[in-house]
């Protein structure tokens, strides 16, 4: 695979993955629990306090996908 496919192949996983805030263990309304905000991954749920560490994970994660 030359670097074009490779980059076409991790092109559409990377822009699944964004860093945000996100509500980890949503709360049940009915109860009246509450939720905790966090930051990190929102599509994954994947707790990071900086950006270094998704940054970390987006490479982790996304190239061995594309590699498998």
């Known amino acids: 695979m ?3 496919e490779l980059l076409h192949a991790l092109q559409p996983e990377i822009r ?3 860093f ?3 509500v980890d263990e949503p709360p049940a309304v009915a109860r009246g629990d509450e939720g905790v905000v966090v930051s990190g991954c929102t599509t994954c749920k994947k707790r990071f306090n900086m950006k270094g560490q998704f940054a970390d994970r987006m490479a982790d994660d996304v190239a061995s996908r594309a590699l498998r």
Do not use: G, V
């Open 20 to 22: 945000e805030n996100f």
């Open 16 to 18: 699944r993955r964004d």
């Open 2 to 4: 030359n670097r074009s």
